[in-house]
């Protein structure tokens, strides 16, 4: 399909035509820029400079209705409520990947009607990173600052203007939907993008060589290493809510006088309630059990039961851990483990 | 797409005490409201709970075999089962499942069988107690191994006593420490078990107690020569959603809610964490 362009100071206009859609976008709130569904464009910038966080959202809200009921039994099923088409415009290649990646957990024998009605009705818009961000390693991961996995739409911003490449029906839909604020793409601006991808892969400062980390992982459960590496962490939980790929939730009932909800919240496995038993025997009771079973996870267990990292090298566990504890020095040393 | 976190709502049809004193357990005899059969397997579990508390998984204490109802045994210990230890005859619960893998009775027909159970740990082996006797000629011999701290704290005592009666069923009760009016074995649960020294000749041993307990279950178990795969056992976790999506009741890259709770010890040998 050939490509677009998109003028920047039509952008405005483009995101006005999809009224249509819950339309989540990258806004700035003090000193994070976060997902959020924006009601007009023209009051609400959207901040495509930063690396936002919680695209995960607008597809696995943080906390939601799972059904109401009273003293007479439930009431309704959330799952079942119709809503409207939701866009996420600016999500990051590496977020768009991370859905793929969670998505084996929320299909399965027992379908997740919430996480996967959502999914189905969910278009994602990209803007491709021209600048990787400080901790970006998404090139370990088989990811790339370009990457389409996963994408409807990709916007790479050009000097004034996005280069828009239609990646999927659902793509198609949109741009044809808008189609009065695109212009054709030359041949030129096609080759800029191929600059501006390659420019921005060779950008990439931080790697980490995972080749063999699996295998490595089933020798040293038991070692030293993770006691050390969770000696600065505090358990504040922030690796695991701003990664895109973490999903675990807990499940509580909110209650009033006469009525009720059943509502799934994220959780964290940093916390140590997390799997504490009534009896009060915990199985991670320490931050190293926590952050060990936390690096498993991602790099073992998933791969295990889904083939797949648990990771797409988004790099935000370290640029938004107050103690800098690094993910990627971290896996080195695992690496290095004799 | 059926919702799975939508529970159905049961009737408390009966409550019995097990246990008193510090750590109360009773069986509530529950059956689905609409009169449908749960259709589970032995070992399998429900999610339990009570709209405005919460959930809680409970392993399934009766057999298939019994039809028409459900059995619950619970020890009073947190925000649900107080809940539920709260509740009388009639009450409405709510009940998610049946969840877990169940214990394969299938392939162990023509086997003796040995049950190694402590204090609420003997939940879930009753179902596997109830369904040899219901199919009496698929099995060998029956031993029950059995025992709690206190004599207070063993749970179905009169109907593990009447099973002394039957002449292929053997058991063998302990508890901790000695009482005054106590005349079987005084000691922990794995010394018990090396007193009845079970044969592992075309055996089985399934044990469920606490975490210590079944290690220590287990190492007699092997220096009894029961191999890797004539061991199970059943594990719990703290869960919430019951299949497999909320994370926490992992054991390795095992959920206990979906690929447990039954485990033979050729693959709990090799989980770490475990």
Request: glycine content about 8%; overall charge neutral.
């Amino acid at each position: 399909m050939s490509a677009l362009i998109l003028p920047k100071d039509r952008l405005t206009d483009f995101l006005l035509l999809l009224h249509e859609y819950t339309l989540w976008a990258p806004v700035q709130r003090d000193t994070v820029t976060l997902f959020e569904v924006i009601k007009d464009p023209k009051d609400s910038p959207v901040d495509l400079e930063h690396q936002a966080s919680l695209a995960k959202r607008s597809i696995f809200p943080q906390s939601e209705e799972l059904f109401s009921f009273d003293q007479s039994g439930i009431l309704n099923d959330a799952s079942k409520e119709g809503s409207r088409e939701n866009i996420i415009f600016g999500i990051r290649p590496c977020d768009a990947r991370s859905f793929r990646i969670m998505d084996p957990v929320f299909e399965g024998t027992m379908p997740d009607p919430y996480y996967l009605n959502r999914r189905q009705r969910t278009v994602l818009v990209g803007i491709a990173c021209r600048e990787p961000f400080a901790n970006c390693f998404c090139t370990s991961l088989g990811g790339s600052p370009f990457s389409q996995e996963g994408l409807d739409l990709i916007l790479t911003e050009l000097d004034g203007r996005f280069f828009v490449e239609v990646l999927s029906e659902k793509g198609k839909e949109i741009v044809e939907k808008t189609a009065s604020v695109f212009t054709p793409a030359s041949a030129e601006d096609g080759k800029q993008r191929e600059d501006l991808a390659k420019r921005s892969e060779g950008a990439i400062k931080r790697k980490v060589d995972l080749e063999g980390i699996t295998e490595k992982l089933n020798g040293i459960f038991e070692h030293p290493v993770w006691k050390q590496m969770a000696s600065k962490c505090t358990a504040c939980g922030i690796c695991t809510y701003t990664c895109p790929t973490c999903y675990c939730f807990d499940m509580q009932d909110e209650t009033t006088l006469r009525k009720g909800r059943r509502v799934r919240n994220w959780d964290s496995c940093m916390f140590a309630e997390y799997t504490l038993h009534a009896s009060g025997h915990n199985p991670r009771p320490t931050r190293a059990e926590r952050l060990r079973n936390r690096i498993y996870h991602k790099f073992k267990f998933n791969v295990d039961n889904f083939g797949t990292f648990g990771c797409v090298g988004c790099g935000r566990c370290i640029s938004l851990c107050p103690f800098n504890v690094d993910l990627i020095e971290n896996l080195s040393t695992i690496k290095s483990l004799a | 797409m059926n919702n799975p976190y939508v529970p159905e709502t049961a009737t408390i049809l009966d409550i019995r005490e097990e246990a008193s004193g510090q750590r109360p357990i009773k069986t509530f005899k529950v059956a689905l409201t609409d009169g449908r059969d749960f259709n589970h397997q032995p070992g399998q579990c429900a999610m339990v709970g009570i709209l405005g508390i919460g959930e809680s998984m409970i392993s399934i204490a009766s057999s298939p075999t019994k039809k028409g109802y459900l059995e619950f045994s619970i020890m009073r210990l947190g925000k649900v089962t107080s809940a539920l230890h709260a509740c009388e005859a009639g009450d409405t619960i709510t009940i998610r499942g049946p969840y877990g893998n169940g214990f394969p009775v299938h392939d162990w027909k023509g086997k003796n069988i040995i049950t190694v159970g402590g204090g609420i740990g003997q939940a879930p082996l009753r179902p596997i107690i109830q369904y040899i006797l219901d199919n009496r000629n698929d099995f060998g011999t029956l031993d029950v191994i059995y025992g709690a701290r206190t004599s207070q704290d063993l749970c179905f005592k009169q109907e593990i006593l009447e099973l002394e009666k039957c002449d292929d069923v053997k058991i063998h009760l302990s508890i901790d420490v000695g009482e005054p009016d106590w005349t079987r074995f005084v000691g922990f649960v794995p010394t018990n078990l090396m007193q009845v020294k079970p044969s592992p000749e075309n055996a089985i041993a399934i044990t469920c107690g606490p975490v210590v307990m079944i290690k220590y279950v287990i190492k007699n178990l092997l220096a009894l020569e029961f191999s890797d795969t004539q061991i199970f056992t059943t594990l719990e976790n703290r869960m919430k959603c019951g299949i497999g999506k909320c994370g926490r009741c992992n054991v390795g890259s095992l959920y206990v809610c979906k690929d447990g709770p039954v485990f033979a010890y050729a693959t709990l040998k090799n989980l770490p964490e475990y």
